[in-house]
């Protein structure tokens, strides 16, 4: 047993010698590889340090959409809200199906409404979105049934829905 334990130990301490031996007798060999530098990269290299850093654009790229199509940068499935082009004082009659009283709340001192599910007092001014157009409504009187909008000379009567 202690005869294959030498050897095995001889082998080991020996390797390192037996195979360095190998390195020296034979050449090392030479791994050819192509260049890696291009033309263009060898021209920089002959021209001044002002020369070198001024780059040219072969190809300016653009981009340009045509009117109606999709935003490429909104994600998968986003819809814009509608843009208003005027100032949303257009012309036209709101109708009294437009507006939703859920609650009428009458105070002491104030009166409360639910409006299309906003809370508002009277004097309070609001925009009303129908279609494309947004008009732009006042609170005249919230009353005990019933709610008195205001846009420019017209009143808009909405009773409270009851269920």
């Given amino acids: 047993m202690n005869k294959f334990l030498t050897i095995i130990c001889l082998s080991i301490l020996s390797a390192p010698v037996m195979f360095a031996a190998n390195e020296e007798a ?20 002959n021209k001044s340090p002002e020369e070198s850093s001024k780059i040219t654009v072969k190809n300016k790229s653009s981009f340009e959409a045509e009117a109606g199509t999709r935003n490429p940068f909104w994600p998968i499935g986003f819809k814009p809200k509608a843009r208003i082009g ?3 004082d ?18 002491t001192v104030t009166h ?8 508002m007092v009277e004097g309070q001014q ?13 609170v005249k009187r919230i009353e005990d049934g019933k709610v008195i909008l ?14």
């Fill in 26 to 45: 034979a050449p090392p060999a030479r791994i050819k590889t192509k260049s890696t530098e291009h033309p263009a990269a060898a021209e920089t290299k």
């Fill in 86 to 88: 005027g100032s949303g």
């Fill in 90 to 107: 257009s012309e036209g009659e709101v109708p009294p199906t437009a507006f939703l009283v859920s609650t009428i709340t009458l105070d």
């Fill in 112 to 119: 409360f409404a639910i409006i299309n599910g906003k809370t």
């Fill in 126 to 138: 609001f925009g009303l979105q129908v279609g494309s157009q947004i008009y732009q409504v006042t």
């Fill in 150 to 163: 205001s846009r420019h000379d017209e009143e808009i009567v909405v009773p409270l829905r009851r269920k």
